[in-house]
């Protein structure tokens, strides 16, 4: 059993970043694929490193973005590995800082909102924090501009059976918090169709990890499917409208409840980085 905390943090760090070049490489072959199909030019990654000081060694990270692809209106791929000290007003929010607010924290986040309306938003995220405790968190969800019953249920049980590897309890409990935790109150509706979503996971370490790492392959499986499934099927400037008006929900979501943006902009994250779960374009009706 692994019981230093510096070898936690090396594992899932280097586990994070080398997801992010794994799904660097999927997502750009979607792009180069369906650009020789269509006979158009590819978006390839604009990738950009940010620190989180310039004076204290604090980390930073590698945020990269597809903005008016062929199948990506907008994808953005963010890795972080940041420390420091939370602000008093912040550090009551988070576990393990009542007598210390120091922290460290490493992640991944994927937002990919799409060209083709058939197509879901689909977000994923991964997290692993320390303070006087340490502990994971994340989760995987769907937001189709038009209902796709026959999508949302192997969507659901892809993830089910991922789950399942590890714990039966799992999927039902995880995917309870996520459609609680994906809701917005003010317009008593849910974000999407939901998947899974858990915060402070901390049981036996390298189990957890293991299951971070499945859930981060079980969401490539999803998105990589579903944007396979669909990428070539028609679309109108009717179901384009429905889908900025989605986004519409998406951005009031993750400006005034996520959890994950109010924690990047109260750690001196890298405001692009933070801010690329905003799609393009949107519209509010």
Same mark, same amino acid.
């Given at each position: 059993?692994?019981?230093?905390?510096?070898?936690?943090k090396?594992l899932? !760090?280097?586990w994070f @970043?080398?997801?992010?070049q794994?799904?660097?490489? &999927?997502?750009?072959? @979607?792009e180069i694929?369906?650009?020789?199909?269509? =006979?158009?030019?590819? %978006?390839?990654?604009?990738?950009?490193?940010?620190k989180k000081?310039?004076?204290?060694?604090?980390g +930073?990270g590698?945020?990269a973005?597809i903005? /008016?692809?062929?199948?990506?209106d907008s994808l953005?791929v /963010?890795? !972080?590995?940041?420390?420091?000290?939370f602000n !008093?007003?912040?550090? *009551?929010?988070?576990? =393990?800082?009542?007598?210390?607010?120091s922290?460290w924290a *490493?992640g991944?986040?994927i937002v990919?909102?799409m060209?083709?309306p /058939?197509?879901p938003a689909?977000?994923?995220n991964t997290?692993?924090?320390?303070t006087? #405790?340490n502990?994971?968190?994340?989760?995987?969800? *769907?937001?189709p501009s038009? %209902?796709? $019953?026959?999508?949302?249920?192997?969507f659901?049980?892809?993830?089910k @059976?991922m789950?399942?590897k590890h714990n039966?309890?799992?999927?039902?409990?995880y995917k309870?918090w996520?459609?609680?935790?994906f809701?917005l109150p003010?317009r008593?509706?849910k #974000?999407?169709?939901?998947?899974?979503f858990?915060?402070?996971k901390n049981?036996?370490?390298?189990k957890?990890f293991?299951?971070i790492?499945d859930? +981060?392959?079980?969401f490539?499986?999803?998105?990589?499917s579903i944007i396979?499934?669909?990428?070539?099927?028609k679309?109108n400037?009717k $179901?384009k409208?429905?889908?900025?008006?989605?986004?519409? #929900?998406y951005v009031?979501?993750n400006?005034?409840y996520?959890k +994950?943006? %109010?924690f990047?902009l109260n750690?001196g994250?890298?405001? &692009?980085a933070?801010?690329?779960?905003?799609?393009?374009?949107?519209?509010?009706?």
């Amino acid at each position: 059993m692994i019981k230093d905390i510096y070898i936690k943090k090396k594992l899932a !760090s280097t586990w994070f @970043l080398l997801l992010q070049q794994i799904f660097f490489y &999927e997502f750009e072959k @979607l792009e180069i694929d369906y650009g020789k199909k269509v =006979g158009k030019k590819p %978006k390839l990654f604009e990738k950009k490193t940010w620190k989180k000081s310039k004076v204290k060694k604090e980390g +930073g990270g590698t945020y990269a973005v597809i903005k /008016n692809g062929l199948i990506f209106d907008s994808l953005g791929v /963010n890795f !972080s590995e940041v420390s420091g000290k939370f602000n !008093s007003k912040f550090k *009551s929010q988070i576990l =393990g800082t009542e007598k210390n607010s120091s922290y460290w924290a *490493s992640g991944i986040s994927i937002v990919a909102h799409m060209k083709n309306p /058939n197509i879901p938003a689909m977000h994923f995220n991964t997290r692993f924090i320390v303070t006087s #405790r340490n502990w994971f968190g994340g989760g995987m969800d *769907s937001t189709p501009s038009e %209902k796709d $019953k026959k999508e949302e249920k192997i969507f659901h049980r892809k993830i089910k @059976l991922m789950c399942d590897k590890h714990n039966k309890s799992y999927y039902k409990k995880y995917k309870k918090w996520c459609d609680k935790y994906f809701y917005l109150p003010h317009r008593k509706e849910k #974000r999407g169709i939901g998947g899974i979503f858990f915060d402070n996971k901390n049981n036996v370490w390298e189990k957890d990890f293991d299951f971070i790492k499945d859930v +981060g392959l079980c969401f490539l499986d999803c998105v990589k499917s579903i944007i396979e499934n669909k990428m070539y099927k028609k679309w109108n400037l009717k $179901k384009k409208e429905t889908q900025l008006i989605k986004r519409g #929900r998406y951005v009031e979501f993750n400006l005034l409840y996520d959890k +994950g943006t %109010k924690f990047g902009l109260n750690t001196g994250g890298n405001v &692009e980085a933070i801010l690329m779960s905003l799609p393009s374009l949107a519209k509010w009706k």
